[in-house]
Antibody
Framework: QVQLQQWGAGLLKPSETLSLTCAVY????????WTWIRQPPGRGLEWLGQ???????NYNPSLKSRITISVDTSKNQFSLRVNSVTAADTAVYYC????????????WGQGILVTVAS | QSVLTQPPSVSGAPGQRVTISCTGS?????????VHWYQQFLGAAPKLLIY???NRPSGVPDRFSGSQSGTSGSLAITGLQAEDEADYYC???????????FGGGTKVTVL
């Protein structure tokens, strides 16, 4: 049974750095893209970026200058950092697994609400 | 603005059939990437409902079905039930973006 468990700070001030980590339990860590997605309150889903176990990354161009995704294969974890946050970064942040063959998001973390407010 | 286009809302009476369209382009659905569908209840993470255009994960009722043609996909719910009231998102992969793309979401209301 695959489980994704995520954690990180839920309240930030403008200009601070958002930092979240997602741990993967069960299943293989290879053969997938490990993905970050966010959902602003009352709005739709937005793909932020993804990383493979090798460290290969792809980022959404709209956030590319502020976002870093990293991986720790020794712990089966991957992390998200977003620099210089503003109120527009307030959202529920999800981690998810993306199989390289099927390209669907088959397992999701529980989600963390990150609020940016002064 | 989302890369994939969905209607904001659809509604139907219990027992009726509703469909949700998902329109993409030649860089995602039209490039041969499958359409996938997710169901999301308020306060919960999205759940994979349909994968690979028309496949249901274990446990998903067979009243949910999907299809794909050209640059579009579609989700159908037959025999609509009150418990189907939720938000539904389509998703594909985009070769230009090298990443996941979503529709804006469709709210299904059971009248």
């Amino acid at each position: 049974q695959v489980q994704l468990q995520q954690w990180g700070a839920g309240l930030l001030k403008p200009s601070e750095t958002l930092s979240l980590t997602c741990a993967v339990y069960g299943g293989s860590f290879t053969g997938y893209y490990w993905t970050w997605i966010r959902q602003p309150p009352g709005r739709g889903l937005e793909w932020l970026g993804q990383i493979m176990h090798s460290g290969t990354t792809n980022y959404n161009p709209s956030l590319k200058s502020r976002i870093t995704i990293s991986v720790d294969t020794s712990k089966n974890q991957f992390s998200l950092r977003v620099n210089s946050v503003t109120a527009a970064d307030t959202a529920v942040y999800y981690c998810a697994r993306l199989p390289l063959v099927d390209w669907n998001l088959d397992y999701w973390g529980q989600g963390i609400l990150v609020t940016v407010a002064s | 603005q989302s890369v994939l286009t969905q209607p904001p809302s659809v509604s139907g009476a219990p027992g009726q059939r509703v469909t949700i369209s998902c329109t993409g382009s030649s860089s995602n659905i039209g490039a041969g990437y499958d359409v996938h569908w997710y169901q999301q209840f308020l306060g919960a993470a999205p759940k994979l409902l349909i994968y690979g255009n028309n496949n249901r994960p274990s446990g998903v009722p067979d009243r949910f079905s999907g299809s794909q043609s050209g640059t579009s996909g579609s989700l159908a719910i037959t025999g609509l039930q009150a418990e189907d009231e939720a938000d539904y998102y389509c998703q594909s992969y985009d070769i230009s973006l090298s990443g996941v793309v979503f529709g804006g979401g469709t709210k299904v209301t059971v009248l």
